[in-house]
């Protein structure tokens, strides 16, 4: 029987590379895991797909969820709501499988709280110029937004003595391989190895 998969939560600023790490993650063949599709409240940029970049619902869809319980987590983020819908992180994990979120800060802080096993990781800029480039070569936010989102950068950057690991994405492959360094040696720690042997004795 396998053991219980590991929660893996990924947050950085605005503009980092965390989405592009991400697929990275997901392309690699290192090992199964699945990144949990997020809801939200923000309209969809072009290109993206509902069911597979987010599940954009309606601000009352999403307080219903909230209403029934359904969110792992959320948080406001720019006027709009962001969330994790719970049963599918609660039922990968179950199945054995490690699951991988992709939020900002506060709803971080609150998987904290109601996972403390999880594995909490702080994706990087080498520097705040490369941030800003960043933003700005992706070309989706005009000069204010730009302006706004490195102020929220700064705040957010603050927020990293909350997170277990903090990984610089300088180019994306070492990105990529220092997270999964990371992954393996958590599967590795003595507590989370000891719950396998007694699920394979019976206990
Ligand atoms: N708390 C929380 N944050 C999320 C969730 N999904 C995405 N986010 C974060 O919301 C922020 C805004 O996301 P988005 O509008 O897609 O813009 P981005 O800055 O280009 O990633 C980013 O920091 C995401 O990581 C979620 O389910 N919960
Ligand atoms: N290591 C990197 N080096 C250079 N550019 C990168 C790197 N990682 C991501 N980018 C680019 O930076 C921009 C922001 O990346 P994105 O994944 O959208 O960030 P986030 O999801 O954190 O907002 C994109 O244009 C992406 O191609």
């Given at each position: 029987?396998?053991?219980?998969?590991?929660?893996?939560?990924?947050?950085?600023?605005?503009?980092?590379?965390?989405?592009?790490?991400?697929?990275?993650?997901?392309?690699?063949?290192?090992?199964?895991?699945?990144y949990s599709v997020s809801m939200t409240?923000r309209?969809?940029?072009?290109?993206?797909?509902?069911?597979?970049d987010y599940y954009f619902v309606?601000?009352?869809?999403?307080?219903?969820?909230?209403?029934?319980?359904?969110m792992l987590e959320y948080a406001?983020y720019?006027?709009?709501y962001y969330g994790t819908p719970?049963?599918y992180v609660?039922?990968?994990?179950?199945?054995?499988?490690?699951?991988?979120l992709e939020i900002e800060?506060?709803g971080?802080?609150?998987?904290?709280?109601?996972?403390?096993?999880?594995?909490?990781?702080?994706?990087?800029?080498?520097?705040?110029?490369?941030?800003?480039?960043?933003?700005?070569?992706?070309?989706?936010?005009?000069?204010?937004?730009?302006?706004?989102?490195?102020?929220?950068?700064?705040?957010?950057?603050?927020?990293?003595?909350?997170?277990?690991?903090?990984?610089?994405?300088?180019?994306?492959?070492?990105?990529?391989?220092?997270?999964?360094?990371?992954?393996?040696?958590?599967?590795?720690?003595?507590?989370?190895?000891?719950?396998?042997?007694?699920?394979?004795?019976?206990?």
């Open positions: 029987m396998s053991n219980r998969g590991m929660l893996i939560v990924l947050s950085g600023p605005s503009g980092v590379g965390k989405g592009t790490v991400r697929q990275a993650m997901l392309e690699d063949e290192f090992r199964d895991f699945h409240t309209k969809p940029r072009p290109g993206e797909q509902d069911g597979v309606s601000r009352e869809e999403f307080e219903q969820e909230i209403a029934n319980d359904g406001q720019v006027d709009n719970m049963k609660n039922q990968t994990l179950d199945s054995g499988r490690d699951v991988l800060v506060q971080a802080m609150q998987v904290r709280e109601n996972c403390p096993d999880g594995v909490f990781i702080f994706l990087t800029p080498p520097d705040l110029l490369e941030l800003r480039n960043r933003i700005q070569r992706r070309g989706t936010d005009d000069q204010a937004t730009i302006d706004k989102r490195m102020q929220k950068a700064a705040d957010e950057i603050k927020m990293m003595e909350n997170y277990d690991y903090a990984v610089v994405n300088d180019e994306i492959p070492n990105a990529v391989q220092r997270i999964e360094k990371i992954i393996e040696s958590e599967h590795l720690r003595v507590p989370r190895v000891i719950d396998q042997y007694k699920k394979m004795i019976g206990e």
